[in-house]
């Protein structure tokens, strides 16, 4: 009974936060369902494996850690969750803390901290393998006395901002799990933005593999410098190895999912909350995935009717665009947050949610510091109003315009960035145009409309008569 913190599940992220664990001074104890998973693992542990304990059952593993225990689980999201953890409760005593750190539907979350028959958490850790190793973004979910009992724990493994932990207790429940879906709905809509414009440059600009990588490692060094510009370089820069050429090229155009981005946008319509180039990124990537259907469209439709030219958009008016795109995702992501606090009763921490997200996660980017500055002053504005980032896309909107108007005039499909500025310009038209929708209803279903002029509800039509 000696280790911390125990964590149940060797997998990939399992491994890496176990050796995060160990190496910032806490013993841990591993357990896995294949128990040579767990020998290899303790095995090619190195210098961390003394404060590593390997177990080969339940039972010994739950023996192996301190009362109050800890026990972090890793394994795969959904049902296997919940049978582990029938299978530990029993063998823990009342004050005993699971904690979900997988990537969970949150309200999987809620049922399982309203059902827990002793304390639970549900944490979302972002940063992938690497994060997970040295240092990841961690969002908590679950009663704050819980979050403080491993605070220290966690905010040790977690990654820093100039010195700040990016580990932060979102809410009650599984408030951690929604903020860390929201992430990734961000990051779908993020990495399917820089994916549009990699289309226009090779498609539009005949730019090849080495040439794209050049432009997002420059942009790299501006105001997109984010972890996803930069592995979009080094993704664009890599070469294959059997052909000789560059890799990009023969990576297959459908992308896959776990679902996350699915449930965040299955949540933002229940809420009501517009985050159509989240919607629009999810949309592409199932899209995507019909690789015979769009090579059928091709044959009889022909590809995209002509090559944009290298003069048509600059360089700069892309990356224009893409500054543009990236402030409308985050403020659609963020505008749902705000919507989920109010809608749960969670109060979550805008400010704070921009902060645990400026280093470790897989969004982490430049701009995410000055966001936490916006909504410090205002965490109830939609982030395109904040006066630094409307100023921003006072003067990069019109360079999304261009890009969006030159993908479609050239049949270039870039559905994220046409659904970012649809949508800022749909926040920024006072009289739009759903007094016809309102018209219409009332027409076929006496639904009633309000008007204008003296602002009478329940009113109808001459057609009501
Ligand atoms: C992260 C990532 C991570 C992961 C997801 C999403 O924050 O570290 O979001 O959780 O990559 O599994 O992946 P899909 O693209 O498969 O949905």
Redesign the pocket.
């Known amino acids: 009974m000696s280790s911390e913190i125990g964590l149940i599940g060797l997998g990939t992220m399992g491994a890496a936060l176990a050796l995060n664990i160990a190496e910032k001074g806490f013993d841990i104890a591993v357990w896995n369902r294949t128990t040579q998973v767990t020998r290899d693992f303790h095995g090619t542990a190195g210098d961390l494996a003394p404060r590593i304990t390997p177990t080969d059952s339940l039972e010994d593993f739950v023996q192996a850690i301190k009362v109050p225990r800890a026990i972090i689980l890793m394994v795969p999201a959904g049902d296997i969750v919940d049978a582990q953890i029938e299978a530990l409760r029993p063998l823990l005593g009342p004050d005993d803390l699971i904690i979900d750190a997988g ?1 969970a539907n949150f309200h999987d979350t809620n049922r399982r901290a309203r059902e827990a028959t002793g304390p639970f958490l549900g944490i ?5 393998e690497e ?2 190793r040295h240092g ?2 961690i969002m908590g979910g679950g009663k704050r006395d819980y979050w403080d009992r491993v605070a220290h724990i966690l905010d040790a493994i977690s990654a820093k901002y100039e010195g700040t932990p990016c580990a932060t207790w979102m809410g009650e429940e599984g408030a951690g799990h929604f903020v ?1 879906a929201v ?2 709905g961000i ?2 809509a993020d ?1 399917q933005m820089i994916a549009e414009v990699y289309g226009i440059l090779r498609d539009g600009m005949g730019y090849d593999a080495p040439a794209v990588a050049k432009v997002f490692d420059a942009w790299n060094d501006g105001p997109l410098r984010s972890y996803l510009v930069e592995i979009s370089g080094k993704v664009a820069a890599a070469q294959d190895a059997a052909t000789g050429g560059p890799l990009l090229d023969v990576i297959a155009d459908a ?7 699915r449930w965040t946008v299955i949540e933002a319509q229940h809420l009501a909350s517009p985050v159509p180039a989240i919607e629009a990124a999810v949309v592409a ?1 199932n899209l995507s995935s019909r690789r015979e259907t769009r090579a059928l469209g091709e044959d009889l439709f022909g590809a995209a009717p002509k090559p944009l030219g290298e003069d048509a958009l600059t360089i700069d008016t892309l990356e224009q665009a893409l500054i543009a795109g990236k402030i409308l995702c985050y403020a659609q992501g963020f505008a749902m947050i705000s919507a989920a606090s109010e809608a749960f009763g969670w109060a979550l921490p805008l400010p704070d949610i921009a902060r645990v997200w400026r280093e470790g ?3 982490r980017s430049e701009m995410l510091n000055d966001m936490a500055d916006a909504l410090t002053d205002d965490p109830e504005q939609n982030l395109m109003f904040a006066p630094y980032f409307a100023d921003q896309m006072k003067t990069t909107h019109d360079a999304l315009r261009q890009v969006v108007a030159a993908a479609a005039l050239h049949g270039l499909p870039a559905p994220a960035l046409g659904s970012g500025l649809s949508y800022f310009d749909a926040m920024r038209t006072k009289r739009g145009t759903a007094n016809m929708v309102q018209g219409q209803r009332d027409y076929f279903g006496l639904h009633g409309f309000v008007r204008l002029d003296d602002g009478k509800s329940d009113q109808h039509g001459p057609w009501a008569q």
């Open positions: 990537n979302g850790v972002s940063g992938g994060g997970a990841p973004s860390k992430h990734n990051e779908y990495m992308a896959g999912q776990k679902g996350t981005g990537r996660c897989i969004i």
